[in-house]
């Protein structure tokens, strides 16, 4: 596979702290969310959603809050034709601990209100729909441990399946940031960071009721992986990673197969920067993440590129 950058646009605005971001096609609009706060840690963290022209620059922008605090890492999840977008709630002393809030919409437009499909204290890092479901890893932090959650957003979120990848089961420490996909015959993909030991993040493959996973190293650290399966083998991750430099934001292709990752691309970036979003149409490949590189200030970026198979 090869792959090149045809186009770079800023879609963010003001001077804020902008990142941590997903995109989506849907409905033929493109359309990203990110989270917009005074800092990187702030209590003031929102919800952006910003729809995207032909030539990648924003056209409309929207506002999601919760009253209770910080919401941070938005994903997409689109289950027929509903969009669904979930986000954490960060553990603040008004509300006591720590929430998955999800919306959902139409037409990408306007949004619902807000729900609580849980889980509570566990970080619900991403969802995607199979088979009338919603499904999704998430993580704890002090048990160092991740849990595979299946329902509905609009719902409630329940464990399918504990230890899924944990340090006291595997020896692998502090799984957290985390994406899957789902195959044809239903067998679950998965992508993990980890931020210990090795610090090397794990390809796993998990097949029905997935109680049993089989897990291997991709051999290099990825932070916040983003998974879009190109063919039923082939499958395209961005990250971010240490190029041995500094930190930047990369893609990879993965044999699902064999676990083979080779590196495909590196995007304009650095500094705090990567946790990007991906979407296909056609035969290329958007990008949103975001980067301090120009400025010293965290913008969100989209990448369009031309892919060739």
Request: charged share 20%; glycine share 10%; aromatic share 10%.
């Amino acid at each position: 596979m090869q792959i090149s950058l045809n186009r770079l646009t800023r879609v963010c605005r003001g001077h804020s702290h902008n990142a941590f971001g997903d995109i989506i096609n849907f409905k033929q609009r493109l359309l990203i969310c990110y989270r917009q706060g005074t800092h990187h840690m702030s209590d003031d963290g929102c919800v952006i959603v910003v729809e995207i022209n032909d030539h990648g620059l924003p056209i409309r922008f929207q506002r999601l809050v919760s009253n209770e605090g910080d919401l941070r890492d938005p994903h997409f999840c689109i289950d027929g034709d509903r969009l669904f977008l979930l986000a954490h709630q960060r553990r603040t002393p008004l509300l006591g601990k720590a929430k998955t809030y999800s919306w959902f919409s139409g037409d990408g437009l306007s949004w619902s209100a807000m729900h609580d499909p849980g889980p509570d204290n566990w970080w619900l890092w991403r969802a995607t729909s199979f088979q009338g479901q919603h499904w999704g890893l998430a993580y704890h932090r002090p048990s160092e441990q991740l849990d595979l959650y299946a329902g509905n957003l609009r719902g409630k979120m329940h464990i399918a399946a504990t230890n899924v990848l944990s340090k006291q089961k595997h020896g692998l420490g502090y799984p957290n940031e985390s994406d899957c996909c789902f195959t044809e015959n239903g067998e679950l993909l998965a992508v993990v960071r980890r931020d210990a030991d090795t610090f090397t993040a794990q390809f796993g493959r998990g097949k029905p009721p997935y109680q049993h996973w089989q897990w291997q190293s991709l051999g290099c650290y990825i932070g916040a992986p983003a998974m879009l399966s190109i063919t039923e083998n082939t499958v395209i991750i961005a990250g971010r990673h240490y190029n041995g430099k500094k930190l930047v934001t990369q893609l990879w292709q993965l044999t699902a197969d064999t676990g083979e990752i080779n590196e495909l691309l590196t995007l304009p970036s650095g500094g705090d920067n990567s946790y990007p979003g991906m979407t296909k149409i056609g035969n290329q490949l958007f990008v949103a993440y975001y980067s301090s590189h120009i400025d010293n200030q965290s913008r969100m970026y989209l990448a369009r590129l031309d892919l060739e198979r």
